[in-house]
T-cell receptor
Framework: SQTIHQWPATLVQPVGSPLSLECTVE??????LYWYRQAAGRGLQLLFY??????ISSEVPQNLSASRPQDRQFILSSKKLLLSDSGFYLC????????????FGPGTRLTVT | AQKVTQAQTEISVVEKEDVTLDCVYE???????LFWYKQPPSGELVFLIR??????QNEISGRYSWNFQKSTSSFNFTITASQVVDSAVYFCALSDTDSGGYQKVTFGIGTKLQVIP
């Protein structure tokens, strides 16, 4: 069966510091991968999605970036965090062929101070 | 453009009451998928159901049931005999493909359900 991991679970970072959130998927090949952000009490905002290694599409221009160095690894980064980057970050995967539902990881709660 | 509307932002019910969560969607595609997800306080989104645009048959899974009506572009979710464990935020979502052939999923803003014991 497939599983998706995210780490860290919780992170407190000062403004201006770098960020690296990691997501890995097990039990599937060539998945579509997604990064979402959820602000407190709000809906989901799609940040990036990837249909293959090195292929990244950005939905929202901002100081965040994403990379997919391996088939089942998706990384969200920032060189300098802003206060507005605080939120709950969710990684998700979907079958790259069927394009059905997305399955979500446990999320990372980021607080920028 | 895709759009998913969940008009109910928060609902409170007393345990054992039935509750229906509304979802209305917009899409120009003839082939699309609809989903419901549950987000408990822990934060992780849990997939509940998928429906494709060609299957309007209602579905029941235990205390959960879903009513899909293309004529009104609605995909409503009913919880029968609600329990405290049903307290969560519920998201409706729509998936179709964009002009580049990529899957695009649009989520509603969610309905927060509180079941009071």
């Amino acid at each position: 069966s497939q599983t998706i991991h995210q780490w860290p679970a919780t992170l407190v970072q000062p403004v201006g510091s770098p960020l690296s959130l990691e997501c890995t998927v097990e039990g599937t090949s060539n998945p579509n991968l997604y990064w979402y952000r959820q602000a407190a009490g709000r809906g989901l905002q799609l940040l990036f999605y990837s249909v293959g290694i090195g292929q990244i599409s950005s939905e929202v221009p901002q100081n965040l970036s994403a990379s997919r160095p391996q088939d089942r690894q998706f990384i969200l980064s920032s060189k300098k965090l802003l206060l507005s980057d605080s939120g709950f970050y969710l990684c998700a995967w979907a079958d790259g062929t069927l394009l059905y539902e997305q399955y979500f990881g446990p999320g990372t709660r980021l607080t920028v101070t | 453009a895709q759009k998913v509307t969940q008009a109910q932002t928060e609902i409170s019910v007393v345990e054992k009451e039935d509750v229906t969560l509304d979802c209305v969607y917009e899409t120009r595609d003839t082939t699309y998928y609809l989903f419901w997800y549950k987000q408990p306080p822990s934060g992780e989104l849990v997939f509940l159901i998928r429906r494709n645009s060609f299957d309007e048959q209602n579905e029941i899974s235990g205390r959960y049931s879903w009513n899909f009506q293309k004529s009104t572009s609605s995909f409503n979710f009913t919880i029968t005999a609600s329990q405290v464990v049903d307290s969560a935020v519920y998201f409706c979502a729509l998936s179709d493909t964009d002009s580049g052939g990529y899957q695009k999923v649009t989520f509603g803003i969610g309905t927060k359900l509180q079941v009071i014991p």
